[in-house]
């Protein structure tokens, strides 16, 4: 059974930068879809960044793109979000994703899940970006 657990969150005044980490079990990170995502209160989720692990990053919302990084250590079993000139309204809680899906292994599918829904998550980590 694949596990998610996300860290590295907390409080960081406008323009400075956090790097988040997603740790995993259960083999989670070859040949794998994985996501990040986030969520502010009263606002829907949206989709951070889309990976497919051996692969490059298919996706980064408009929102994030150029400020935020996705990287992968294979020997770690983790995934981190590299966040940097963090915005005020880039607070919100963050949750990476995980789906290993025949279906979507390959070239670009993995975005489809942003719509079809990843099958494992972590609990989250919060961040809060203040002015």
């Known amino acids: 059974q694949v596990r998610l657990a996300e860290s590295g969150g907390g409080s960081v005044q406008a323009g400075g930068s956090l790097r988040l980490s997603c740790a995993g079990s259960?083999?989670?990170?070859?040949?794998?879809?994985m996501g990040w995502f986030r969520q502010a209160p009263g606002k829907e989720r949206e989709a951070v960044g889309i990976?497919?692990?051996?692969?490059?990053?298919?996706y980064y919302a408009d929102s994030v793109k150029g400020r935020f990084t996705i990287t992968q250590d294979n020997a770690k079993n983790t995934l981190y979000l590299h966040m940097n000139d963090l915005k005020p309204e880039d607070t919100a809680m963050y949750y990476c994703?995980?789906?290993?899906?025949?279906?979507?292994?390959?070239?670009?599918?993995?975005?489809?899940?942003?719509?079809?829904?990843?099958?494992?998550w972590g609990q989250g980590t919060q961040v809060t970006v203040s002015s």
């Open positions: 994703a995980a789906d290993k899906r025949a279906r979507y292994l390959y070239d670009d599918r993995c975005n489809a899940l942003i719509a079809a829904g990843f099958t494992y």
């Open positions: 990976i497919l692990t051996g692969g490059s990053t298919s």
């Open positions: 259960g083999y989670v990170f070859r040949n794998t879809c």
